[in-house]
């Protein structure tokens, strides 16, 4: 996996681009490597607070294929492009192609497609064919070479793959502010177990009473992030709102110290 670091931080970089940029990210695949797309692309919201156009992701045969295997599907060529045509991918786009083989047609087909319309392209595979090259502008190759069992891509290239979703994912949302020493501070509390992961992340990070952090999550909404700003700055909801777009979690931070406003590490 460490050779091919720098090529994850190419491909993490193009899809903060494409997020700050109002574009997408958005995942292709089929089988077994387009369902680590639809699970990175689902995770994205709880963890990141990513907005339901922020990630998407395409896979051969459809929402029914998550659950059924459709093995012809990945053979379709003219669904991919389809595929790609239907989510009006532009410009401002990252699209990223799964597919351990680098061979099959849904994918490059949709990818091709995407570069047509000027999306910049990435494809995470664990072999490299010779047309594959041609239908992306960057290649994440992990040479995990033969499975356990022969041609099952589930074993050593589907966790490969998944590993490096994971950080392509990860590391763009945390260059965009969703993540703060470490912890989800765009997570959406939408359950018990989350209210009380960001009630707990607040207290540790603005280094307060959990009763100061629930007052501070009510105040803001749910939003781990502006009630930290709103503990930094001191400010109510809508203009430390508007501090953090201008200053971020860091610049505030540093002022509340330089000001004397209590805080400690996590």
Do not use: W
Request: charged share 25%; aromatic share 4%.
């Amino acid at each position: 996996m460490g050779r091919i670091l720098p090529a994850i931080t190419q491909a993490s970089q193009a899809a903060a681009r494409a997020l700050k940029a109002g574009g997408r990210l958005v995942y292709v695949g089929a089988g077994s490597s387009g369902r680590l797309g639809v699970l990175d692309a689902a995770e994205c919201a709880p963890t990141f607070g990513a907005g339901a156009r922020e990630v998407r992701a395409l896979l051969a045969g459809g929402a029914r294929a998550m659950a059924r295997p459709r093995e012809g599907a990945e053979d379709g060529a003219a669904a991919g492009r389809r595929a790609v045509a239907g989510l009006r991918v532009g410009a401002r786009d990252f699209v990223c192609g799964i597919s351990a083989s680098s061979n099959t047609r849904y994918v490059l087909a949709a990818l091709e497609e995407a570069r047509r319309r000027g999306a910049f392209t990435a494809l995470v595979c664990c072999s490299l064919s010779r047309g594959a090259r041609r239908t992306a502008d960057l290649i994440l190759l992990a040479k995990t070479g033969p499975e356990l069992i022969a041609g099952s891509t589930r074993l050593k290239a589907g966790t490969a793959t998944k590993l490096i979703l994971n950080a392509v994912s990860t590391a763009a949302f945390a260059s965009l502010g969703r993540v703060y020493r470490g912890r989800m501070v765009a997570l959406k509390p939408a359950s018990e177990k989350l209210r009380d992961r960001a009630e707990r992340s607040l207290a540790e990070l603005a280094g307060v009473s959990a009763v100061r952090a629930r007052g501070l999550l009510d105040r803001a909404g749910g939003q781990v992030g502006l009630a930290l700003a709103m503990h930094f700055t001191g400010l109510p909801p809508r203009a430390a709102r508007r501090a953090l777009r201008s200053h971020g979690l860091h610049r505030l931070e540093i002022l509340a110290r330089r000001r004397g406003r209590s805080t400690r590490r996590a």
